[in-house]
């Protein structure tokens, strides 16, 4: 294996160093900082910083008070509560075709987050091999606006899965489905690049130009909750701080 320049100056990076809610700082910060690149250290630690510490309620909070949208899809809902983050992976496929996902897996980049349409329900386009795979090829997480299966491994693997259904039934290794083009889910569009937040509470989707604006935001939300939880143990009421009382 061959060393580069970069990896010669940054040796000595600490890409698992977190900074305190208060001091971080993301008004730089694009979507293309969730990867380290040799020369972004501030732009991704100050990142992950945030990220490691919000929730999905949070970021559609901040969404919501910049666009007027929540950012959620609420039928998709997680398999097995892992949170994750990072840019989406797009296909679209039919419930009878589970070979995209495997065509999806070979495509995308190390880090992605592969997102699904799926035209119904009806038979499921991913499970343990599918997840085994793309963990270890460097995928973070499956999202799927469908249906999953083999939820007795699913459940204990190291490996994020959010989706609207399961089933035991699968279709066959088609690979007629399409790759990172934009598709249309419930009300919204979700495009390759955009950025994906799941955890417990379910998911939700930022468009890359707004990733900028949403992190501020999202910085501000958690801030002020902050806030409010060391309001609430010096004993003021909820009500009172709301201005209600």
């Not at 929730?55 to 949208?69: F, K, L, W």
């Amino acid at each position: 294996m061959s060393i580069s320049p970069n990896d010669v100056l940054n040796k000595n990076k600490n890409l698992n160093k977190r900074i305190d809610v208060g001091k971080i700082n993301v008004d730089n910060v694009t979507v293309d900082d969730l990867k380290f690149n040799g020369k972004n250290y501030d732009e991704y630690i100050n990142l992950h910083s945030l990220l490691d510490k919000v929730s999905a309620c949070q970021i559609s909070d901040a969404y919501n008070s910049i666009s007027r949208r929540p950012g959620t899809f609420n039928s998709i809902k997680p398999v097995n509560n892992q949170k994750v983050f990072g840019k989406i992976f797009t296909a679209e496929t039919t419930s009878d075709d589970w070979g995209t996902s495997a065509l999806a897996i070979d495509e995308a980049d190390d880090g992605d987050i592969l997102f699904f349409k799926v035209d119904s329900n009806d038979k499921a386009i991913w499970g343990e091999l599918a997840s085994t795979c793309a963990r270890d090829n460097g995928i973070k997480a499956t999202v799927i606006y469908g249906s999953a299966r083999d939820l007795d491994a699913l459940l204990y693997m190291d490996y994020p899965v959010f989706a609207s259904d399961f089933c035991p039934n699968a279709g066959s290794a088609l690979g007629l489905g399409t790759l990172n083009e934009p598709i249309e889910v419930e009300d919204g569009t979700v495009n390759p690049g955009d950025f994906f937040f799941g955890d417990e509470n379910g998911v939700v989707v930022i468009p890359k130009e707004l990733f900028t604006k949403t992190m501020i935001a999202t910085l501000a939300v958690k801030v002020k909750e902050s806030m409010i939880i060391e309001d609430i143990a010096g004993g003021r009421t909820l009500a009172q701080i709301v201005g209600l009382k």
